[in-house]
């Protein structure tokens, strides 16, 4: 079956980096298009970043845009996403997400997710 596995979260002051994995089995990774989510306490999901299954385009959300880095390795069915210059309003809960192929705009599985806290 289907597994997305986040991991990498914690506790960060604000300014400080942090990065996520999120280990995929069950399916073909290298086929897919792998986004990552947050959704902040009291809050809906958000879309953060998404790539192309071989890695070959990236897309942000303008909240994240230039401080956030999303990356995959095929090889080891590992997605990442590198976070700089952390800010308070990062502070959410992160989950990986794949997508349908050929439908980019939606999610059909996705991690446990993991906990970003920003605080001072």
Partial sequence: QVQLVES???????GGSLRLSC??????????YMSWVRQAP?????????IYSDGSKTLYAD????????????AKNTLYLQMNSLKS??????????SPIG?????DYWGQGTQVTVSS
Avoid: M
Wanted: hydrophobic share 30%; glycine share 14%.
């Fill in 23 to 32: 280990a995929a089995s069950g399916f073909t990774f290298s086929s897919y």
């Fill in 42 to 50: 009291g809050k809906g999901l958000e879309w953060v970043s998404s």
């Fill in 63 to 74: 909240s994240v845009k230039g401080r956030f880095t999303i990356s995959r390795d095929n």
């Fill in 89 to 98: 309003e990062d502070t959410a809960v992160y989950y990986c997400a794949k």
């Fill in 103 to 107: 439908l980019q705009l939606t999610y």
């Fill in 8 to 14: 990498g979260g914690g506790l960060v002051q604000p």
